[in-house]
């Protein structure tokens, strides 16, 4: 299905050409495919389709050009990715990604510090079909290995994490998972890293996961996740599984996703740019008591950064002095910047973790994690770095 891609290319340039195939008509852009089904020349080829012995597309649920053209685009970024399987929402890929792996008796460890609902999955969801986890300090390598049980298959971990920007060493995580347990399926969740910054399969890990709503589409149209890992994975594990139970990413919302990555290297390098500045303003401002951002030397985890990541993220972690009416007092002054729990959008978006994304979250776990009543979330967006500035100095005061 792959359009002819030169092995010499750059990312910028698979991001704006892998997997474009182009139809009799030869348009320019990537076509849409919005159809749920395909047709037959004859009831043979039906069969033989079904067999999986003649190539082609039977239903959108199982397989779709425009979606194709997503995947192919996806391994063409993502180091040491054999193969894609789009989902429907980052939750389904995080979702897929464990359910279609574990059995009952299995047991995960995963990184305490992690979005809410992959929380949920976790200390909620899974423990219904008797997989339990064990949640670690991400940061604290003797914890991982003394978590490890004989029963662990699977890995579960977001670096930088969200909110608070904490980072896990996937290659020292990846080595104790496989050491314990050869088949232990290490997944990394790598939406605040983006495919750019962070290479998680070429560390070691198993199964990278992206929440594609975020920069992946950039610009705050779609729901969308991707699950990226060997093909092996995807024959005899994903697709058994996701085929079945359905969260299948809408070919719109994949042709939206596959336009995105075409300025996803543009779009957070900007971002990047300019929340590095916004974080070193913040950080010497009086007002502020605590900035978290990996590519500032006060980042408790700066040099696993630098060892792991080519540049920052598009998100800074800040607290103010004071409490949560004066998180929400600076939030009410912002005049820019919208109040969003949304992130990786071309608009700067600020959010208050503990009563919004992280609410749900036991109140002891919030506080174990640095979740506290000051705490925000700044996503940085497209605008001129200088407008940010001035309109996060307008409401320090
Ligand atoms: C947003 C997010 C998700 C979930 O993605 P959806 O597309 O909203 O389902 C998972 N992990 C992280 C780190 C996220 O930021």
Redesign the pocket.
């Known amino acids: 299905m792959a359009a002819k891609i030169n092995p010499d290319w750059h990312p910028d340039t698979l991001a704006v050409r892998a997997g474009h195939e182009r139809s009799p008509w030869g348009e320019t852009a990537e076509a849409l495919y919005l159809t749920s089904g395909f047709c037959y020349p004859d009831a043979e080829t039906a069969e033989a389709r079904f067999k999986g012995e003649n190539e082609g597309f039977v239903y959108s649920r199982y397989g779709n050009p425009t979606i194709e053209t997503f995947h192919q685009r996806m391994i063409a970024l993502e180091p040491g990715a054999e193969a894609c399987t789009a989902t429907a929402?980052?939750?389904?890929?995080?979702f897929g990604a464990l359910a279609s792996y574990l059995n009952t008796g299995d047991h995960v460890v995963a990184s305490k510090a992690l979005?809410g609902?992959?929380w949920q999955i976790l200390a909620n969801i899974l423990p219904r079909w008797g997989i339990n986890a064990t949640l670690v300090d991400g940061g604290d390598l003797k914890a991982w290995e003394q978590a490890f049980q004989p029963n662990t298959r699977a890995v579960f971990l977001?670096s930088p994490?969200?909110p608070l920007l904490t980072l896990v060493d996937i290659e020292a995580v990846s080595k104790l998972a496989h050491d314990n347990r050869a088949d232990c399926l290490v997944v990394v969740?790598n939406?605040?890293a983006t495919p750019l910054a962070q290479h998680p399969l070429t560390l070691g890990a198993d199964v990278v996961?992206y929440?594609?709503?975020?920069h992946i589409d950039g610009q705050g149209r779609v729901?969308?996740?991707a699950i990226l890992g060997s093909e092996q994975h995807r024959e005899e594990v994903l697709l058994p599984f996701l085929r079945h139970t359905g969260p299948s990413l809408s070919a719109f919302n994949a042709w939206l996703l596959v336009k995105g990555l075409e300025t996803l290297s543009l779009r957070v390098d900007r971002s990047t740019a300019s929340a590095l500045h916004l974080a070193q303003v913040l950080e010497s401002h009086p007002k502020v008591a605590r900035v978290a951002y990996p590519w500032l030397e006060s980042h408790p985890q700066h040099a696993l950064a630098k060892k792991q990541m080519s540049h920052g993220s598009t998100l800074i972690a800040f607290e103010m002095a004071g409490g949560q009416q004066e998180a929400f007092d600076f939030m009410r002054r912002l005049s820019l910047i919208d109040v969003s729990n949304n992130?990786g959008d071309s608009k700067s978006l600020i959010t208050h973790p503990g009563t919004t994304t992280h609410r749900a979250m036991d109140e002891d776990m919030r506080n174990e994690l640095g979740i506290n009543e000051r705490l925000m979330r700044l996503s940085v967006g497209l605008e001129d770095a200088r407008d940010l500035e001035a309109d996060l100095l307008a409401a320090l005061g």
């Open positions: 929402s980052g939750m389904s890929a995080v979005f609902s992959c977001e994490s969200n969740d939406v605040f996961v929440s594609a709503t975020k729901l969308g996740g992130l």
